[in-house]
């Protein structure tokens, strides 16, 4: 158990709608970072959060938006859903910015969209 | 250029022998991190072993062991005595301290053969 949680853990909806993924980050920790797994597909990266601030943009759609909460805990809001939007979301902290300091994920969300 | 590649998109070992998996990275910064991350087909992102840029020795965490060669910008991952439960998805991560984002490979798929 990484201590990063994530809900919930699957999610199946239809095109056009709108869900929110949650995540809580390890105790401690400051940086909350969003990726998106495809089917047979590598790691991307979405976006990155820390202390409540966004710090780093990747390749998050704009119908993509999350924020990072004052309790740290951050949500991820994806909206006019698409069939290819389908894949495993993770969440993952850091306790700091520094090179040393690793990634913990959580366990995921799968989004199924119908 | 990418940051991280990985030649290695599918590897075979027999049990109880060693196998190492190719990284190499591109970067420019003095100090940068080094991570590889283990993904069983359960889903999860198990973090493995860091090496730092100034480390003047190879990490080790047990069975994992990192083969950094800085001059060759790599840092190739060596598992000892393979076992069934290594079976997995293996990604190579950078962290660079001019930015914020980790940069991920885009993985090496391991299959232990008893």
């Known amino acids: 158990d990484s201590g990063v949680t994530q809900t919930p853990k699957h999610l199946i909806t239809a095109t056009g709608q709108r869900v929110t993924l949650r995540c809580s980050p390890r105790?401690?920790?400051?940086?909350v970072y969003w990726y998106q797994q495809s089917l047979d597909q590598g790691l991307q990266f979405l976006i990155q959060?820390?202390?409540?601030?966004?710090?780093a943009k990747g390749n998050i759609l704009e119908r993509f938006s999350a924020q990072q909460f004052p309790d740290l805990h951050s949500e991820l809001n994806l909206s006019s859903l698409e069939l290819g939007d389908s894949a495993l979301y993770f969440c993952?902290?850091?306790?700091?910015?520094?090179?040393?300091?690793?990634?913990?994920f959580g366990p995921g969300t799968r989004l199924t969209v119908l | 250029a990418q940051k991280i590649t990985q030649t290695q998109p599918g590897m075979f070992v027999q049990e109880k022998e060693a196998v190492t998996l190719d990284c190499t990275y591109d970067?420019?910064?003095?100090?940068?991190?080094l991570f590889w991350y283990k993904q069983p087909s359960s889903g999860e992102m198990i973090f493995l072993i860091y090496?730092?840029?100034?480390?003047?020795q190879n990490a080790t965490e047990g069975r994992y062991s990192l083969n950094f060669q800085k001059a060759r910008k790599s840092a190739n991952l060596v598992i000892s005595a393979s076992q069934l439960g290594d079976s997995a998805m293996y990604f190579c991560?950078?962290?660079?301290?001019?930015?914020?984002?980790?940069?991920f490979g885009t993985g090496t798929s391991l299959t232990v053969i008893p």
């Open positions: 993952a902290s850091t306790e700091g910015l520094s090179t040393y300091n690793e990634q913990f």
């Open positions: 105790s401690g920790d400051l940086s």
């Open positions: 959060y820390y202390n409540g601030e966004e710090r």
């Open positions: 970067t420019s910064d003095p100090s940068y991190g």
């Open positions: 090496q730092g840029s100034y480390d003047q």
């Open positions: 991560a950078m962290r660079e301290i001019t930015g914020n984002q980790f940069y």
